[in-house]
């Protein structure tokens, strides 16, 4: 079984730039063809979920902009 990473990533609203912080992990082996990330924790007025395990899909909650994050 394969240990976790961990990690943050701030992350900018491109619309009304309020700033954040998320705190991610994932599947750290390095012959996975998927890390299936996971977003831990939120710091700031976001959403944010995990699309395939990989890509990152982030939604402002203040202006309501959504984005991609760490694809």
Do not use: W
Not at 9 to 16: A, D, Y
Not at 25 to 51: C, K, L
């Amino acid at each position: 079984m394969s240990a976790r990473d961990r990690y943050t990533s701030k992350v900018t609203c491109p619309s009304c730039g309020q700033a954040g912080i998320l705190h991610v992990s994932e599947d750290d082996h390095p012959y996975m063809r998927n890390p299936h990330r996971a977003v831990d924790e939120i710091e700031g007025d976001f959403e944010a979920s995990v699309e395939k395990g990989v890509s990152l899909k982030v939604r402002c909650k203040k202006c309501g902009a959504n984005f991609d994050h760490l694809k």
